[in-house]
């Protein structure tokens, strides 16, 4: 529980933030000591709008303050994505290999044998990132829901798994595919909540992996170090998981992360892979 007793110079410093990107050590002092005031009221909706507030967030670097905002709220919780692939890598290839034997969805089925014979067992990095894809191809897709007397589309595994980790071929190739994503999003009328992109053949042949929310692309030489920042994204913003994967960062939240919030959505199919993968989740 994030509280806040507003200093005098409080006003005073987002004043700061909210003009300045540099000194940078200034900017991550004061962005520290505000904190506990900054995130008091926050809470989940389809806002990303954060990085339009304070600039500093929209540098390179940006992303050190939101993670660091992410820690003031989950103590704790900092390695947890780190520590949870590292326990379950071998439950989660085991469990789809078992589901590409029994399906009946050819596609599904030569996805994750496809994705599985990437692994290079000398190399652990191949194996978390082929752990993070598999993801979206061991849940099972949730049924069409209603919001608000409206049926929300019921979306493809091909539309889950490009919302989660996209892949693009080249560098030259990551502008347009954000902008695409861009019109998609514009032309169904939803925002645009981050996501993780890769430049690579393959998951095991990464040159480059970003964090993307809204004009800001956040850089980083390694895909599971991009998920886990994206996560922790998603809650030191305020930001909805996108509606394509909502159930896989559910999945991650709930069974890598153990966190409970009063925004989570109760779905049977993100329950049922966390019983099948024995991942346990304390509810506050």
């Not at 979306?155 to 998609?184: G, P």
């Not at 909540?193 to 692309?217: E, F, H, K, L, M």
């Not at 925004?263 to 892979?273: A, E, G, K, P």
Request: glycine content about 4%; hydrophobic content about 35%.
């Amino acid at each position: 529980m994030v509280s806040c007793f507003e200093p005098d110079d409080y006003v005073e410093n987002l004043t700061f933030l909210k003009n300045n990107v540099e000194p940078w050590g200034k900017v991550e002092e004061i962005w520290s000591a505000t904190s506990s005031c900054r995130l008091k009221n926050l809470y989940r909706k389809n806002n990303s709008g954060i990085h339009l507030k304070y600039p500093a967030l929209r540098q390179p670097q940006g992303y050190i303050l939101l993670m660091n905002d992410f820690n003031q709220l989950y103590p704790e919780k900092e390695n947890s994505l780190f520590s949870a692939i590292e326990i379950h890598k071998r439950t989660i290839i085991n469990y789809a290999k078992r589901k590409a034997e029994h399906t009946r969805d050819r596609n599904l089925k030569t996805t994750i044998q496809s994705l599985i014979a990437l692994i290079d067992e000398n190399d652990p990095e191949s194996i978390n990132n082929v752990c993070l894809l598999l993801l979206t191809y061991i849940i099972n897709i949730s049924p069409a829901r209603k919001k608000k007397g409206k049926e929300i589309i019921k979306f493809s595994r091909s539309e889950m798994s490009c919302a989660f980790i996209n892949q693009v071929a080249s560098e030259a190739h990551v502008t347009s595919s954000i902008l695409e994503r861009k019109e998609l999003l514009g032309k169904q009328q939803r925002s645009m909540q981050p996501y993780v992109i890769y430049v690579g053949d393959n998951c095991t042949q990464i040159r480059a992996s970003y964090v993307v929310i809204n004009d800001t692309v956040y850089s980083f030489s390694k895909l599971i170090t991009a998920v886990d920042c994206a996560f922790k994204i998603f809650h030191s913003t305020g930001a909805c998981y996108p509606e394509e994967c909502e159930d896989v960062w559910l999945l991650i939240q709930l069974g890598f992360f153990n966190i409970h919030t009063k925004y989570d959505r109760n779905t049977q199919v993100v329950n049922s892979l966390m019983t099948d993968l024995g991942l346990i989740c304390d509810k506050i």
